[in-house]
């Protein structure tokens, strides 16, 4: 940590000593590079100062006096001594300061710049419940990215909560789980396991990323053949804004196999609405389905401007209860085929009653009923027996 030069990500299990080894290197940087400008940046202002008055204590230490005492033949001295700053008579910047700073991941970063940076976990509890945190947190690093100085360095550590948070636009992370470290006992690993939930546990002890608890939808079959879909039938999920995804779902039923399409993009249908075109092109589909609560029936209305064939239905059924009777009913008869979106695939697979996104489980759910409904007669007006009169 405090003689690296490139950017680096450390991972390690909750009471790992991450944050101490931090605390210790921030104070080896102020001694024996005492003209650099360290960052040190934790989630929130709080979290910041109880590292900073740690880094003060090690200052303290009579090691640390001894060291420079021998390194420079001064007596070590605070210049700056605050919740925030630190600052000592080593440093000879004419600029006047401070040799680190502290600051929650929530403060302005304008016009500031570093020789060195240390973010300490700036990701927590609320980055895996929240994604409006999780993009937060993500711009707030790469903000850092534009003032670290060019020859200058960051080092990140802590404890990853879900799979897009900000340790994925970091550098590939040295990981050090519960089992590696020899810190807890097998007993006092049990304990942790047994003490909260598995989906907790894993990523603060495992550092894996597992779906909450509550899921429905798990081992899904990916691989299959795209021709597979061809003259199948399509349905859109349609987002108007906001933080909604518009999901485009084509289903081809073999034999008892829903073979599947799936792609998702989180942009309003407006954006995308001539690629579900291509799509249904491409794979000599049929109808589209869509739903016309939202709208009143105005993405059907522009699809039939561009020559699409389009069926309406009013959707009358409880989301969740529509998902969870078709589509965790045909689940297992499920498959992927090749060129469905990843994204599609994990918001399926991340679904419960409470999950952030459901557009692309009620996209396909929607369509295993469709076709489960479906009059055998081929006439595309008629009620569903769970709700939807389509047209």
Not at 83 to 112: F, H, M, P
Not at 193 to 210: D, I
Not at 286 to 306: H, T
Request: hydrophobic letters at 35%; a negative charge.
């Amino acid at each position: 940590m405090a003689f690296g030069e490139k950017d680096e990500t450390l991972q390690a299990h909750r009471n790992s000593y991450k944050t101490t080894c931090v605390s210790v290197a921030l104070a080896l940087i102020i001694v024996l590079f005492p003209n650099k400008r360290t960052l040190f940046m934790r989630k929130t202002d709080t979290d910041v100062k109880e590292i900073i008055q740690q880094v003060q204590k090690i200052l303290r230490t009579p090691q640390m006096v001894y060291f420079v005492q021998t390194i420079y033949g001064v007596n070590l001295r605070m210049v700056t001594e605050s919740a925030t700053e630190v600052s000592t008579n080593l440093s000879t910047d004419i600029k006047g300061t401070s040799q680190l700073l502290g600051i929650g991941s929530k403060s302005s970063l304008t016009g500031k710049h570093f020789d060195v940076i240390f973010t300490d976990d700036i990701v927590n509890l609320q980055d895996r419940i929240s994604r409006a945190e999780r993009d937060r947190t993500k711009t707030v690093y790469q903000e850092l990215l534009n003032i670290i100085n060019p020859d200058g360095k960051i080092y990140n550590t802590g404890t990853p909560w879900h799979k897009d948070d900000a340790f994925s636009v970091m550098p590939e992370p040295v990981k050090y789980d519960c089992y590696q470290t020899g810190i807890l006992t097998n007993e006092q690993i049990e304990e942790k396991r047994s003490s909260m939930a598995p989906s907790l546990f894993a990523a603060n002890y495992e550092l894996r990323h597992v779906a909450s608890e509550d899921v429905i939808f798990v081992s899904p079959k990916v691989g299959g053949d795209p021709a597979m879909v061809e003259q199948g039938t399509c349905h859109i999920d349609a987002a108007y804004g906001g933080e909604d995804y518009t999901a485009f779902t084509i289903v081809r039923k073999v034999g008892g196999v829903h073979y599947v399409l799936g792609k998702l993009w989180h942009k309003a249908v407006d954006a995308v609405e001539d690629d579900c075109v291509l799509l249904r092109k491409e794979f000599l589909c049929g109808k589209i389905y869509c739903e016309d609560n939202a709208d009143k029936g105005y993405l059907a209305k522009s699809l039939r401007n561009k020559g699409e064939r389009v069926v309406t239905y009013h959707e009358s059924e409880n989301k969740y209860m529509k998902i969870v009777t078709y589509l965790k009913g045909a689940w297992d008869s499920v498959v992927f085929v090749e060129g469905t979106d990843s994204e599609y695939i994990d918001q399926i697979c991340d679904y419960n009653e409470n999950a952030e996104h459901d557009d692309a489980p009620d996209s396909l759910a929607s369509l295993v009923r469709i076709l489960r409904n479906r009059s055998d007669t081929g006439n595309d007006t008629y009620k569903s027996i769970y709700g939807g009169v389509y047209r």
